[in-house]
């Protein structure tokens, strides 16, 4: 019988699949850092008052990741790959969190366990029961475009070469609390460029942060922060659903990242990126996964703080 509540149970069914690592978060645990400065377009500021969308400059970091809870994941697995934005000013602070998924596997935390306990490996055969699996995808149609995106494509060529998405639905408050509902993506500058699996175990097992590293020493790596704007019929609180793509895009701001950033987390700091961390002028949807990232990740957080 599992023990803890929910979130406890899911960091514990994280640990049992990828492993326990001290000072690791429990999934996202290879990252690399970056700094640099996020400003918003003009018309940003007509969507929604929060004081970083205002076009004032303001402080960036960043962490790219791969999604596996292995600090020694191979770089060329098909998997997700993430990019957590901190965003630093006088007075406030709000993060964005993405990945290279545009859709989330479940529709709550609760099914999200259900997976991670059927997708651990059996000890005698390293692998999860296939058949078990195969019953939940069955049972569960919405995971398709998650499973698909993660893996069915191919490995990306470089984190700053990727499109990064927020499956969650965000409300963008104006001065008048006019409301409109949005969805996050990033899209690089130097376009979405992605190598088939054999490139990708050649260029080695940590070629992306390699890489990030090297590009970031040399020269800057852009994004376009953009908003999906959702029809009245999208649904606000299913991070599995896709939304149309002809669904307008808006570009609200330019992140330009100017250094790779050593890890900031020494001596007993730890930097949480959490997307409920927003402020005035944005409000959260109801979306229960989004609402349950908060509390995984404080035991995680809280896990990786207490590294004994
Ligand atoms: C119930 C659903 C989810 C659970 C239980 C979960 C769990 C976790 C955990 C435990 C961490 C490590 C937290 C830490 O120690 O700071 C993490 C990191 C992360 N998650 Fe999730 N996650 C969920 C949904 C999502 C979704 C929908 C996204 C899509 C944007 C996402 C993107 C990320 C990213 C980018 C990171 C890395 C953040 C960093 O670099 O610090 N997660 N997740």
Do not use: C
Not at 127 to 148: I, N, R
Not at 189 to 197: S, T, W
């Amino acid at each position: 019988m599992p023990e803890g509540n929910l979130y406890e149970q899911i960091i514990d069914a994280v640990h049992a699949n990828y492993g326990s690592h001290p000072g690791r978060r429990a999934l996202h645990a290879k990252g690399s850092w970056a700094r640099g400065t996020f400003k918003a377009t003009a018309e940003a500021a007509h969507l929604s008052r929060a004081p970083h969308l205002q076009g004032d400059e303001v402080a960036a970091l960043v962490r790219f990741s791969n999604a596996s809870g292995d600090p020694e994941a191979d770089d060329a697995e098909r998997d997700g790959r993430g990019m957590a934005l901190k965003l630093r000013w006088d007075g406030g602070e709000t993060d964005i969190l993405a990945t290279t998924s545009p859709t989330f596997a479940t529709r709550t935390p609760e099914d999200f366990l259900e997976l991670l306990l059927l997708r651990r490996p059996d000890p005698a055969t390293g692998q999860p029961d296939m058949e078990k699996l195969g019953a939940f995808l069955g049972e569960h149609p919405e995971t398709a475009p998650a499973a698909q995106a993660i893996l069915m494509q191919e490995p990306i060529a470089s984190f700053a070469a990727a499109a990064y998405f927020s499956p969650h639905a965000f409300a963008l408050l104006d001065a008048d609390k006019n409301r409109t509902w949005v969805r996050y993506r990033f899209v690089p500058d130097a376009g979405e460029e992605r190598i088939d699996d054999d490139e990708a175990k050649l260029r080695g097992r940590d070629y992306l942060h390699t890489e990030i590293a090297e590009r970031l020493a040399t020269a800057t790596v852009g994004f376009d922060l953009q908003l999906q704007l959702a029809a009245d019929d999208d649904p606000l609180d299913d991070p599995t659903a896709v939304w149309p793509q002809e669904r307008e895009l808006i570009a609200v701001g330019r992140l330009e990242l100017t250094e790779a950033a050593d890890d900031p987390e020494r001596d007993g700091h730890i930097d949480v990126f959490d997307p409920t961390r927003i402020v005035d002028g944005i409000e959260l949807s109801d979306d229960p996964v989004l609402l349950a990232r908060p509390k995984a990740y404080s035991v995680s957080a809280y896990k990786r703080w207490d590294r004994d």
